[in-house]
């Protein structure tokens, strides 16, 4: 496990808690991190050239050694996996819920709002985060 | 570009409706996030293996025609503004976001 992971790791220990402890919106800040640092990972070890690829063809100019925005790693996460290469049923669809992640995660950290209910708290986020969750799980890209 | 970013969606939308004619489906436009958010109003199909099979070759359709600020999914705070529920209702029910009674304290700043 490199470092990048267990940073990730770390995140999603904090998350519970948060959870646990009625820190909703902090918890799904952590929750989505814990997933973008695991899709980090896997694309620097498994997918660099690919993703190197990706943005040619999409003539996205990336400056070297600056971090690729959240939209396009997502993008190009969705893209590279359909049902035939991972036999999971609907794949593109339960991928995709990563953008609504994202929004939520902006929405917790920079909103004036505040998820006070467990019951709101799984409605805007966590019966997503779940299917990602178990979606990333069977590609190898969170362990 | 963005008609036909609109048109695209709502050919997506048209689709969805084929089979879940039931189903309230609409999109709007966040401008912050240049993002389009496709969203419905039924939460337990974000857990449905089903739903995830028939959308999965659309949001390819919208891939394929260079479109993919968007995504797709329920969306809890549509769904009780589509409802028209009162704000004191959604205080009842300890729904969180707070954004209407927000701006509605907001005004009535201004006022005094």
Known sequence: MNQLQLKAQDNRLV?????????YDVAVSRYYYYLY??????????????????????????????????????NFIIENF???????????????YIHNLRRSRNNADY?????????DFLSFFKEKFNVVENTLKQLNIVS | MKNNQENLINKVISEIKKKYYNLTVDFYYDKDDDFYV???????????????????????????????????????????????????????????YKRESFKYSNSLAIAA
């Open chain 2, 38 to 96: 496709i969203w419905h109003n039924d939460h337990l199909l974000d857990s449905d293996d089903d739903f995830a099979v028939y959308v999965s070759p659309l949001i390819s359709y919208l891939y394929d025609n260079n479109f993919s600020n968007f995504c797709i999914g329920y969306d809890h705070e549509q769904t009780l503004l589509i409802q028209k529920k009162p704000i004191y209702e959604t205080i009842d029910e300890k729904i969180s």
């Open chain 1, 37 to 74: 640092e695991n899709i980090i990972s896997y694309i620097e070890n498994n997918l660099k050239k690919d993703f190197e690829d990706y943005c040619n063809n999409k003539g996205i100019d990336m400056p070297k050694n600056e971090p690729a925005s959240h939209k396009i790693l997502v």
């Open chain 1, 82 to 96: 359909n049902d035939s290469n991972t036999k999971i049923a609907g794949v593109k669809a339960k991928l995709g």
């Open chain 1, 111 to 119: 909103d004036n709002t505040k998820i006070l209910y467990l019951k």
């Open chain 1, 15 to 23: 998350a519970v808690y948060c959870e646990n402890n009625k820190y």
